[in-house]
């Protein structure tokens, strides 16, 4: 615009045209204040850990109001590798359970926001009262006065591995009823199968057995007819027994049925010397309306719960 004035003028004095020319510059100054914040995620406080049959975990929430919740952390000793085991959510919550399984665990927690995590809480430890469920490694039939006295007569050790693989107990007695017997003495028309060599792995520091689950993976060949389960337990190597627990069985699909609970001790107070491989024994009992039923037994494990 500049130059396209100033030809104008030229141009005008060149033809005998006074000019008059004024040229004007305009400035503009732009201003801004401001400031940037910063923020540290604060952790959550005073962490604590309580074992027994799991692992409850307590802590003061983080005073940082936008943050999302918390990121759990586990180690399986106080300077090992920590892995990220739970999200917890909301930032209100002040309290989680984790079940890692029988052993000594250490945590550490961190609040976070998106991305961005605080830094570590301190680091506690407790241990997990509550194994995970442990094969049997032997098997016997039961005898004498046990229906047919072979119990799971084909392939009785596949059993102990949990692979849809079956032992199986092709004819389950001599009697036509559903019952497995009365308290702790079996029906002795009905087949039986031991089990044993349960590496349960108690620590010798258990001071109570709170409860012990047996399961027990089943199919059969059909549905028809009443048909039950039964398990009891041994602790002095087959000697003396628990009364018997019962589970219907309404399908012929395989089915995982449990005996027992994580707060169920069958009745008795217990040693942790009574669970070696040796004094502890799981006995399976088949009763059905029908003799000719076919127990398919893919499964049998046990887990035990305790206090530290």
């Not at 399986?76 to 989680?96: D, I, K, M």
Request: proline share 5%; glycine share 10%; charged share 15%.
């Amino acid at each position: 615009m500049f130059r396209s004035a100033l030809s104008l003028a030229l141009g005008l004095l060149l033809v005998g045209v006074p000019a008059t020319l004024t040229l004007a510059r305009f400035t503009d100054a732009v201003t801004s204040t401001g400031s940037v914040g910063t923020d540290t995620l604060q952790p959550p406080t005073s962490l604590s850990a309580t074992g027994g049959g799991a692992i409850t975990l307590t802590w003061g929430q983080t005073p940082d109001s936008y943050a999302a919740g918390y990121h759990l952390y586990r180690a399986t000793s106080s300077g090992g590798t920590y892995s990220l085991v739970a999200t917890v959510t909301p930032r209100s919550a002040t309290t989680t359970v984790d079940d890692p399984g029988s052993g000594t665990f250490w945590y550490r927690l961190r609040a976070y926001y998106q991305s961005w995590e605080s830094v570590d809480s301190n680091t506690v430890s407790a241990v997990d009262g509550t194994t995970l469920y442990k094969p049997c490694t032997t098997t016997a039939a039961q005898t004498p006065s046990a229906g047919d006295n072979n119990g799971y007569e084909t392939n009785p050790t596949r059993a102990c591995t949990d692979d849809s693989l079956f032992a199986t107990d092709a004819n389950s007695g001599t009697g036509g009823t559903q019952s497995c017997g009365t308290a702790a003495v079996p029906d002795t028309t009905k087949d039986q199968h031991r089990f044993s060599g349960y590496a349960l792995g108690l620590p010798a520091t258990v001071t109570s057995i709170d409860g012990i689950r047996v399961r027990a993976d089943l199919a059969m060949n059909n549905a028809t007819g009443t048909t039950n389960l039964c398990a009891q337990l041994s602790w002095d190597g087959g000697t003396t027994w628990t009364s018997l627990k019962t589970v219907a069985i309404p399908a012929a699909a395989e089915t995982t049925y449990t005996f027992g609970s994580t707060s169920d001790a069958w009745g008795r107070s217990w040693l942790p010397v009574q669970f070696s491989t040796t004094n502890f024994r799981v006995r399976i009992v088949d009763a059905s309306t029908l003799t000719t039923k076919q127990f398919q037994l893919d499964y049998v494990a046990v887990s035990v719960t305790y206090t530290p």
